[in-house]
């Protein structure tokens, strides 16, 4: 079975803060997201990467920063956190793009005061 | 408009019977894959599905590229079935991002 480890699991920051959320992967896949979802709009993509050193816009992107570090590592930068960004957020790797099954982490949620 | 459209956006069930869920697509979707939500927020892989079909206990999917829809049958549904269920297709265009429908919302009570 896949794993995907997320953390923090709770984070309450206050507006204007720095964050970063972390996702590491086990799996040797080649593909890690990241992943917001609100009440309303479903699971939209923020960044994607395919691989150590790669990083692909998604489509919700502004506000945020993306690093993969390592074919494990992924990191979600919010440099200047914004009420908005209130959300939870959900990792993912995959073997192979769009043609693999994606693996979901046990999420993040943020609250920006 | 909607890429992946699913239907309906919430049902509510007895514990016993039966019912289905469906995702209609206006991309041309090469696989598909759903998702459970359960109630406390993880998301659990249910099916991923090249054009066909695919069971596992009680539940069964489908996927159909040529009608472009793709479906998820319970049966015999239990409390532990209630959550939020997910698809999501991969365009036939390559993009490495998946495409989700909005989600269906399930009650499953006693």
């Known amino acids: 079975e896949a794993a995907v480890t997320q953390s923090p699991r709770n984070k309450v920051t206050v507006t204007g803060g720095n964050v970063t959320l972390s996702c590491r992967q086990t799996?040797?896949?080649?593909?890690m997201y990241w992943y917001r979802q609100d009440t309303g709009h479903g699971l939209r993509l923020i960044h994607y990467s395919y691989g150590a050193g790669n990083l692909q816009i998604g489509d919700v992107p502004d506000g945020y920063k993306a690093t993969r570090t390592t074919q494990e590592d992924f990191f979600l930068l919010l440099e200047l956190a914004s009420p908005s960004q209130t959300s939870l957020y959900f990792c993912?790797?995959?073997?192979?793009?769009?043609?693999?099954?994606?693996?979901f982490g046990e999420g993040s949620k943020l609250t920006v005061l | 408009g909607d890429k992946v459209k699913q239907s309906p956006s919430a049902l509510s069930l007895q514990e016993g019977t039966n019912s289905a869920l469906r995702c209609n697509f206006s991309?041309?979707?090469?696989?598909v894959q759903w998702f459970l939500q359960n109630p406390r927020g993880s998301l659990i892989n249910l099916f991923y599905l090249v054009p066909g079909t695919k069971e596992n206990g009680r539940l069964k999917s489908a996927f159909d590229s040529k009608e472009s829809y793709s479906t998820l049958h319970i049966r015999d549904a239990q409390l532990e079935d209630s959550g939020t269920y997910f698809c999501?297709?991969?365009?036939?265009?390559?993009?490495?991002?998946?495409?989700f429908g909005e989600g269906t919302k399930l009650t499953v009570s006693s």
């Open positions: 993912a790797s995959s073997p192979g793009g769009n043609t693999g099954q994606l693996y």
């Open positions: 999501a297709a991969a365009d036939q265009g390559g993009s490495a991002k998946l495409i």
């Open positions: 991309i041309a979707a090469t696989t």
């Open positions: 799996n040797s896949h080649n593909y």
